[in-house]
């Protein structure tokens, strides 16, 4: 009896392992197709499993819009308004603070989903790939030049250089006027290398935004002025996306900027820094 009765226990063994074999096959298809359905649908893990965080790219040093305080916290217009906005729309976000240039190509390249960073609406980033948002401040640019300098006109730059800061609306600006007026442009990769070039005397002008140049003189006590009536029409700072993938975040910005607008929080944000 014993003989016949372990034959029987190793036969169930065998069943079982064949069973446990079939569901654990059973449970990988199952996995598999669930993935083939999430990648079909479009549908991404942080979809499934949490709230998407987008990455946000910004400037480094653009008084009055992203800038570090003395406490080193990185703060300004664009920053406050940005936190406003995710806050009234309830999305999580990393601001990379990486210089204009790098910001834009970081969008571009898909490193980051979008940028902040005082940017100009011009159509010629439209062209290039850049889809804006509802503008969020009118900024003109205007000329700058040393607090001592008798430079009050375009005709006075006749034969000088004009500093400038790559891919802005104040490069557009004079290089729309330097053929007409004579001079030169000297191209920098940010407004303080800009700004330093006039003040050591190696540039006659610089052109930067208004609201920008306003503040730095007033609180850098940057020993520059703006002169009367050097100024362009002006246009509108918008954020941006170069993917429509991420339209959802371009909408959810316009419909935050709505809000906080109507609620008068972007007004008290631009306050606290333009005193408007």
């Given amino acids: 009896m014993k003989k016949p009765l372990a034959l029987l226990l190793c036969s169930a063994m065998v069943v079982g392992a064949l069973v446990g074999c079939g569901s654990k096959k059973e449970e990988t298809k199952a996995a598999e197709t669930t993935a083939e359905t999430t990648a079909e649908t479009g549908e991404s893990k942080e979809a499934a499993g949490g709230d998407k965080e987008w990455i946000i790219a910004t400037d480094t ?3 009055p819009f992203e800038y ?3 406490s080193g916290n990185f703060v300004g ?8 906005i995710a806050e009234d729309q309830g999305f999580k976000y990393e601001l990379q603070s990486l210089g204009f240039d790098a910001a834009a190509m970081a969008v ?10 005082g940017a100009t609406i011009k159509q010629e980033r439209i062209d290039s790939g850049w889809i804006f948002s509802e503008g969020y401040y ?6 700058v030049v040393a607090a001592d ?3 009050t006109s375009y005709e006075d730059l006749s034969g000088k250089n004009v500093a400038v800061k790559q891919g802005t609306a104040g490069a557009d600006f004079a290089n729309s006027l330097k053929d007409e007026y004579g001079f030169t442009v000297t191209t920098f990769e940010d407004s303080p290398s ?3 070039d006039v003040v050591l005397g ?3 002008a610089c052109v930067e935004d208004t609201p920008i140049m306003a503040s730095n003189i007033k609180e850098g006590g940057l020993d520059l002025k703006i002169p009367e009536g050097m100024e362009s029409e002006g246009a509108p700072y918008g954020f941006a996306i170069m993917d429509e993938k991420n339209q959802e975040l371009l909408d959810m910005f316009n419909t935050g900027l709505a809000n906080i607008k109507e609620n008068g929080t972007y007004d008290e944000i631009i306050a606290k820094y333009l005193g408007e």
Wanted: no cysteine.
């Fill in 138 to 143: 009118n900024a003109t640019q205007t000329f």
């Fill in 149 to 151: 300098s008798d430079i």
């Fill in 194 to 196: 800009m700004y330093q």
């Fill in 61 to 63: 040093v653009f008084k």
């Fill in 202 to 204: 190696n540039s006659a």
């Fill in 68 to 70: 570090t305080d003395e």
């Fill in 77 to 84: 217009i664009d920053v406050d308004i940005l936190a406003a």
């Fill in 108 to 117: 571009q390249a898909g490193q980051a989903d979008a940028i902040i960073a």
